[in-house]
C-alpha cells in the first residue's frame, strides 16, 4: 500500500519560511518523479515545484526563487523548503509521485495534504 504522508504546515508570518516533508512508504523513491501542489482557498490545485528522478527540480510561477525542492532517496522522503512567504501562498500542499523520469499531468499517487497559512 503507497502513502505519501505530509507534515511541516503551520502558521507563519509573512516573510517568514517553512520546510515541508513528504514521507513515501510502499514505494521505493529513487524510481519516482515527484511534485509539490497548493490548493489556495477556492481554487484549483496547481504545481508548485517537480524533481525528476534524476534529481532535477523545477519550479513554477512565483516559487522560482523563493522555494526549493530536494529528495532524499535513503530516507525515501521529499522536501519543500518555502522562504519569503507571501500571503498568496497559503493554502493546501500535497505531494504527488509517479513511477518514471518527470511527472505526469495526472501523477497517480497522492497525499492528504498539509496546511500552510500564512498571515500576521
Known amino acids: 500500500q503507497v502513502q505519501l504522508v505530509e507534515s511541516g504546515g503551520g502558521l507563519v508570518q509573512p516573510g517568514g519560511s517553512l520546510r515541508l516533508s513528504c514521507a513515501a512508504s510502499?514505494?521505493?523513491?529513487?524510481?519516482?518523479?515527484m511534485a509539490w501542489y497548493q490548493q489556495a482557498p477556492g481554487k484549483q490545485r496547481e504545481m508548485v515545484a517537480t524533481?525528476?528522478?534524476?534529481?532535477?527540480?523545477v519550479y513554477l510561477g512565483s516559487a522560482e526563487g523563493r522555494f526549493t525542492i530536494s529528495r532524499d532517496n535513503a530516507k525515501n522522503t521529499v522536501y519543500l523548503q518555502m522562504n519569503i512567504l507571501e500571503p498568496e501562498d497559503t493554502g493546501v500542499y500535497y505531494c504527488?509521485?509517479?513511477?518514471?523520469?518527470?511527472?505526469?499531468?495526472?501523477?497517480?499517487?497522492w497525499g492528504q495534504g498539509t496546511q500552510v497559512t500564512i498571515s500576521s
Open positions: 504527488a509521485a509517479d513511477r518514471g523520469p518527470v511527472i505526469t499531468t495526472s501523477p497517480r499517487f
Open positions: 510502499g514505494i521505493t523513491l529513487k524510481l519516482y518523479a
Open positions: 524533481i525528476t528522478r534524476g534529481g532535477t527540480p
